[in-house]
């Protein structure tokens, strides 16, 4: 109930204040406005180059071969991680 309350009152005074100091606020606005598309052009200017970064190493990309060899290397890897997992729970048995 407190929150609803002071919900109703600052927004009463919030509606005050923007009649009291529209002209402000409309200053305020034009300099804001120009900011905030500058920098949200910047970031869509970054992560539209860094999508295409993504793309342009995806093309290249790494061969099925090069995938299949290394996937062959770490379930070696693992098999000889669980024989000696193994090997340790029977000698602590």
Request: hydrophobic share 45%; charged share 30%; net charge negative.
């Amino acid at each position: 109930m407190k929150t609803l309350i002071g919900g109703a009152v600052a927004a009463v005074f919030g509606l005050i204040g923007l009649s009291v100091w529209f002209k402000e606020f409309l200053l305020l606005l034009a300099g804001a406005i120009p900011v905030m598309l500058l920098l949200g052009g910047g970031l869509a200017l970054y992560l539209g180059f860094d999508e295409l970064k993504d793309t342009w190493k995806k093309d290249e990309g790494v061969s099925d071969a090069d995938t299949g060899e290394e996937s062959g290397k770490y379930q070696e890897e693992i098999e000889t991680l669980k024989k000696e997992i193994e090997t340790l729970k029977s000698e602590k048995a």
